[in-house]
């Protein structure tokens, strides 16, 4: 059937006014609708029937989880020298620091707190100097060529044993010590 004053033919469906409305420039919402569920569920049909015919599997050869067992580089002197600082400031500017503001100190409580920031701070140059050897002992070259760093890091362990059993030792409560 021919619609009056128009070329376009009318269907029982409605199809004239649907083009009608495209020509206004107005939006279809059947058309909408159709291409976002088609957007949503075209990908997911191919993901998974590629998944069941096994299309997926061979794509890489390459396992990326597998770790690749390198061994660690040699230290180099700058490396040395920035952990032997490190450990070292530890021990002479930070823990020397605290521990004779605990000496000086007449307040129990801020005595105390001293304690506790001198015996971190002792166990932590303490852990950077066993990192700093284990370091150095992991390549025979590096042993040999730090050798002076590793006599000096063995120096500062006992000294920083030594502190270390002071402030234990006062530590009569028992609160900062640990095993």
């Known amino acids: 059937m ?64 597998d770790k690749v067992e390198v061994p660690p580089p040699a230290p180099d002197a700058e490396e040395v020298q920035l952990r032997w600082k490190v450990a070292r400031d530890l021990y002479t500017i930070n823990a020397k620091d605290f521990m004779s503001m605990l000496s000086v100190s007449e307040d129990q409580e801020l005595q105390q707190r001293f304690m506790g920031w001198a015996l971190r701070c002792l166990e932590n140059a303490k852990g950077q100097l066993q990192e700093l050897e284990s ?39 028992g609160v900062y010590s640990r095993p």
């Open 135 to 173: 370091l150095i002992r992991s390549d025979v070259t590096a042993t040999q060529k730090f050798s002076g760093k590793l006599m000096e890091a063995a120096t500062l362990g006992r000294q920083i044993k030594q502190d270390l059993a002071r402030v234990r030792q006062r530590d009569v409560l």
């Open 2 to 65: 021919w619609s009056e004053g128009s070329l376009l033919m009318v269907s029982p469906r409605g199809d004239a006014s649907r083009l009608l409305r495209r020509q206004r420039g107005e939006v279809d919402t059947m058309d909408l609708v159709i291409g976002l569920v088609l957007l949503v569920v075209l990908p997911c049909f191919f993901y998974f029937g590629a998944g069941l015919l096994g299309l997926g599997t061979g794509a890489s050869k390459m396992n990326f989880r």
